[in-house]
């Protein structure tokens, strides 16, 4: 990216560290500015049921609260809800919470809706979406216990209380979808986009 051109800069508005990482591990030149948003509050305002909805929903508006800040610049937002049946998770505020959502997962497939939008002030250049299918082991209430004391805080960082990157990855018998989408991040059509604008590698 070059530095006297305000057009070519591109921001990331998430402090995710899993998604950061995807993009630099692609070696892509990006700036984090989070979005300070109420996830919640527009989550409920909306009334949206569809889970998948909501990230794309999430996905635009953290782009445009940044886009809005930083016109010049292209905003990539990203979102991932959790949903199991017609209930949609969100990140747990403790062990407790972490420990009844993994209890009402367990034997059971639950799907992650990851959404990605870029946006150039207000408007809105590109969205997609990508689902994966998680299905976790029947775990005893001793093992939900055991994985809660190895994973530590980590069980409140990501919705569902894993992160398939780490310990996560001991909770699941079979997994049908993206690696990415799964980390949160549909990279593969992101970096299509990315470098018809010549703002990634390999183009």
């Known amino acids: ?77 990203a979102d991932q809800t959790l949903a199991l049946g017609s209930r949609i998770f969100a990140k747990a505020e403790d062990r407790a919470q972490a420990r009844e959502q993994l209890k009402s997962m367990r034997g059971r497939t639950h799907e992650l809706h990851s959404a990605v939008a870029v946006v150039k002030g207000d408007k809105i250049l590109f969205e997609s979406l990508s689902t994966a299918r998680m299905t976790m082991r029947a775990l005893s209430d001793a093992q939900i216990e055991a994985y809660l004391d190895l994973a530590g805080d980590a069980v409140t960082a990501s919705v569902g209380g894993y992160q398939l990157e780490g310990a996560g990855v001991h909770l699941f018998e079979a997994i049908e979808g993206d690696y990415f989408t799964i980390l949160g991040l549909p990279l593969l059509p992101l970096l299509g986009f990315l470098r018809g604008l010549g703002l990634a590698p390999l183009r």
Request: charged share 25%; proline share 4%.
């Open 1 to 77: 990216m070059a530095d006297h051109d305000p057009s070519s800069r591109l921001i990331l508005a998430s402090q995710s560290v899993a998604r950061q990482a995807l993009l630099r591990r692609a070696k892509v030149e990006f700036e984090a500015v989070p979005a300070a948003l109420d996830e919640r509050g527009i989550e409920q305002s909306s009334r949206l049921a569809d889970a998948s909805a909501v990230a794309a929903l999430l996905a635009k508006e953290k782009a445009l609260r940044v886009g809005r800040v930083h016109p010049c610049a292209y905003v990539i937002g």
